[in-house]
């Protein structure tokens, strides 16, 4: 039976919020004094050397990603970081958790950040919806304003860095990077065209470092112990540990942080408390909407970035909805199709004509049609179409569900 491995939640429960001295108390801040002692290129390094990947779903390598911002563009006058906490992915609510019960750390992260990269100017973009993570992140900051952890000569490091909350309006497309920073310029949120990616030409057209707030909250942690120990935990391709938001079908779900390389049946069973009512286990949907559908047969496989990709699934943020035998595949996947077509800001054709014509095509796979076979092979090449044409990765997400659904369940769909 395996158990939690806590690294960024382990203050989860155990101190108060609100309270700085709190989390100074529980060894707050500890990392980025550390920091302060090592040159930039070095943080870069241990991060890059620790291999954390970026926790929002693309799991690209986080001390690359900084790497690409210090170095881009260095006769540029200022460069960003901005914090994703617009979390709006169905079925993912890991950020809320850190924002709500420990926002110090997240803030730290991003000051450790802002100093490898040599940025003077933070901004998390916050979900609107998000009351409380609003409220709280709030006080967090003013905090570390009043304690000296922001704004001029931090902790006499010589380091200037300002931090502030920007909303975001309930767009889940704003959740995408570029999106987002289109969003913080005052603009429509809309897909910019890459590249320039945000470490070229980012926020006002400057150098931007994006993370999520997993991601940047598992920094200090790093920091502080170094990378031999963060590489004590997971796999060799995958380090460290993962947040999983476990929602469904299951006694017990939550939030539940565990090393790389877990199995999937170990979350359900060991950590979630097993099937609801003693039901059988029928499916996963793994990364929420944006992401693909397993069944029985991955139940022991590893719950890693690469594993998971060479079985044709994905990561994503974390999210696990399960499903249970007597569930409806098909109505999770539709109503996956409607959320992308009620999302899409219809800028470009492929997206704003094809999440409609999946969503309504779809139906017929219920409602009744001569060749449900031939039908679901059709929505399957529509979606690789946007896929390949779309401008974001919105108009690039119907396939992973479509098509995993078509893989495992196409028997069900077609019935």
């Known amino acids: 039976m395996i158990k939690e491995t806590r690294i960024t939640l382990k203050n989860i429960g155990k101190i108060n919020p609100e309270s700085i001295e709190d989390y100074l108390e529980a060894g707050g801040c500890e990392g980025l004094k550390r920091a302060f002692t090592m040159?930039?290129?070095?943080?870069?390094?241990?991060?890059?050397?620790?291999?954390?990947?970026?926790?929002?779903?693309?799991?690209?390598?986080?001390?690359?990603?900084?790497?690409?911002?210090?170095?881009?563009?260095?006769?540029?006058?200022?460069?960003?970081?901005?914090?994703?906490?617009?979390?709006?992915?169905?079925?993912?609510?890991?950020?809320?958790?850190?924002?709500?019960?420990?926002?110090?750390?997240?803030?730290?992260?991003t000051i450790i950040a802002a100093y490898a990269i040599n940025a003077t100017k933070g901004y998390i973009y916050l979900r609107g919806e998000y009351q409380e993570s609003i409220d709280k992140t709030q006080k967090a900051i003013e905090s570390a304003y009043a304690r000296g952890f922001l704004g001029k000569n931090i902790l006499n490091s010589g380091f200037d860095f300002d931090l502030e909350i920007k909303l975001g309006a309930g767009s889940y497309l704003c959740g995408e990077e570029l999106t987002m920073l289109e969003s913080l310029e005052g603009?429509?949120?809309?897909?910019?065209?890459?590249?320039?990616?945000?470490?070229?030409?980012?926020?006002?057209?400057?150098?931007?470092?994006?993370?999520?707030?997993?991601?940047?909250?598992?920094?200090?942690?790093?920091?502080?112990?170094?990378?031999?120990?963060?590489?004590?935990?997971?796999?060799?391709?995958?380090?460290?540990?993962?947040i999983f938001a476990i929602s469904g079908q299951v006694n017990k779900p939550g939030n539940y942080e565990v090393e790389m390389g877990v199995t999937l049946r170990q979350l359900i069973n060991d950590l979630a408390g097993g099937m609801r009512e003693g039901k059988k286990f029928k499916a996963a949907l793994l990364g929420g909407a944006a992401g693909t559908f397993v069944d029985a047969s991955l139940l022991d496989d590893r719950m890693t970035y690469d594993h998971l990709k060479e079985k044709g699934a994905t990561l994503g943020s974390g999210a696990v909805i399960v499903m249970a035998e007597g569930d409806s595949v098909f109505d999770i996947l539709h109503n996956c199709l409607r959320f992308f077509r009620h999302e899409s800001c219809g800028k470009c054709v492929p997206c704003r004509v094809g999440t409609s014509l999946l969503e309504r095509e779809s139906l017929k796979l219920r409602n009744g049609h001569p060749d449900k076979k031939a039908l679901l092979q059709q929505l399957v090449k529509e979606s690789q179409i946007m896929a390949n044409t779309s401008l974001c990765p919105l108009g690039q997400s119907p396939i992973l569900p479509l098509e995993s659904a078509a893989r495992f369940f196409a028997e069900e769909l077609t019935a």
């Open 187 to 242: 603009k429509r949120g809309t897909p910019r065209i890459k590249p320039p990616f945000p470490a070229e030409k980012g926020l006002f057209g400057l150098p931007t470092l994006v993370n999520n707030v997993e991601t940047l909250a598992t920094v200090p942690p790093i920091i502080f112990h170094g990378k031999e120990w963060y590489r004590k935990f997971g796999t060799e391709r995958s380090a460290g540990t993962k």
């Open 39 to 109: 040159d930039p290129v070095s943080i870069i390094d241990e991060l890059l050397e620790a291999g954390l990947r970026g926790r929002g779903g693309a799991g690209f390598s986080t001390g690359m990603k900084q790497r690409f911002t210090s170095e881009s563009c260095r006769q540029c006058p200022q460069r960003y970081v901005v914090v994703n906490a617009d979390e709006g992915e169905p079925g993912t609510f890991k950020d809320r958790l850190i924002m709500e019960q420990d926002p110090h750390l997240y803030i730290e992260g």
